[in-house]
């Protein structure tokens, strides 16, 4: 698959998330999630001749859209070490973090990702640093039934997790489960069944989430970003399903992932930033026709203090 920066993904949210930023001609800013590179190159748009911009990605395709520009750097390597790598590269304060966790469209198209049930033969893989060890077929060959059980309902939101763990580890005792054929020849195919489908994208989702220790990753990221970001410093991500957008409404409003309110002695909310959109940002109803996948994009926008 020949990859560019338009096949790679259309950028969600676009104007309203860089518009979030308030960006500064002279600033420094991060963008956690560079994939295509189009929210990266609307800041560099933005930023002025001593501005900078540091792009993060653990996918060797989106070294392909590398940006040619002396104010930009881009930084192979997951966003949860956003602090390391600041410290590394002797940035003292970011004036602006941005954040698109949404998958990027070049994953689900790239059938030998197998991040997307619609290619009955693609290797289980779901791998977003593809120099990873383990795979989404080494989690459905390897947990335990409860285990299984325990992904699926917590990061699936599956009702039906622990029946299809137990169908998992049976069939596994006959064969490895290696392909998404596999997997949903197990589970049984009903591609006429939107409730079907549904499922099966919150399987998937799941799985993703688990070899890619996505939750854990986030956490990490927005703690660094507290960190990172200097006071007055913009924080803007895009949310594409509740986990990921509970998480980080939490860290907006709280400043930790629980939502757990912690008070001075004034009654004041200890927290690290100040939300700078009280009410969520959706797509318009434009964009949404235009790029199906933006109708989950929320956008939250917050400042540090």
């Known amino acids: 698959m020949i990859v560019t920066a338009e096949t790679y993904h259309v950028p969600v949210l676009l ?30 748009r933005r930023l002025g001749a001593k501005g900078r911009l540091y792009s993060f990605d653990q996918d060797a395709d989106a ?33 602006g973090l941005l954040a698109d966790l949404g998958v990027s469209s070049h994953h ?9 049930f ?14 990873a060890a383990m795979t989404a077929a080494d989690v459905v060959n390897g947990y335990s039934e ?19 763990a137990s169908l998992i580890t049976k069939a596994r005792q006959q064969c ?13 195919v009903d591609t006429d069944s939107s409730q079907w489908k549904k499922e099966m994208a919150r399987l998937f989702q799941a799985l993703r989430i688990e070899v890619n220790h996505e939750m854990e990753a986030l956490k990490e990221m927005l703690g660094g970003a507290a960190e990172v970001l200097g006071c007055g410093g913009r924080l803007s991500v895009i949310t594409y399903h509740s986990l990921e957008d509970r998480i980080v409404k939490n860290v907006m409003k709280a400043g930790n992932a629980e939502g757990r309110v912690n008070q001075d ?20 109803v434009d964009e949404q026709q235009q790029n199906p996948r933006s109708r989950s994009a929320k956008l939250r926008i917050a400042e540090k203090v």
């Open 63 to 95: 070294e392909k859209n590398i940006v040619d520009d002396d104010r930009f750097t881009f930084v192979r390597s997951n966003f949860r070490y956003v602090k390391q790598w600041m410290r590394y590269y002797g940035v003292e304060r970011v004036d």
């Open 265 to 284: 002695f004034f009654g004041r909310v200890e927290s690290p930033f100040r939300l700078v959109n009280n009410k969520v940002i959706v797509p318009d």
């Open 15 to 44: 104007k309203e998330s860089i518009d979030g930023l308030a960006v500064q001609p002279d600033g420094v800013y991060v963008d956690v999630t560079f994939g295509g590179g189009g929210h990266s190159r609307e800041i560099l």
């Open 108 to 116: 689900f198209d790239d059938a030998d990702r197998g991040f997307s």
């Open 146 to 164: 409860e285990q299984l059980a325990d992904v699926f309902r917590l990061y699936g939101e599956l009702k039906q997790a622990r029946k299809m």
């Open 176 to 188: 490895r489960i290696s392909t998404t054929c596999d997997l949903l020849g197990v589970l049984g």
């Open 118 to 131: 619609r290619y009955e033969d693609a290797p289980l893989d779901m791998r977003m640093n593809k120099r």
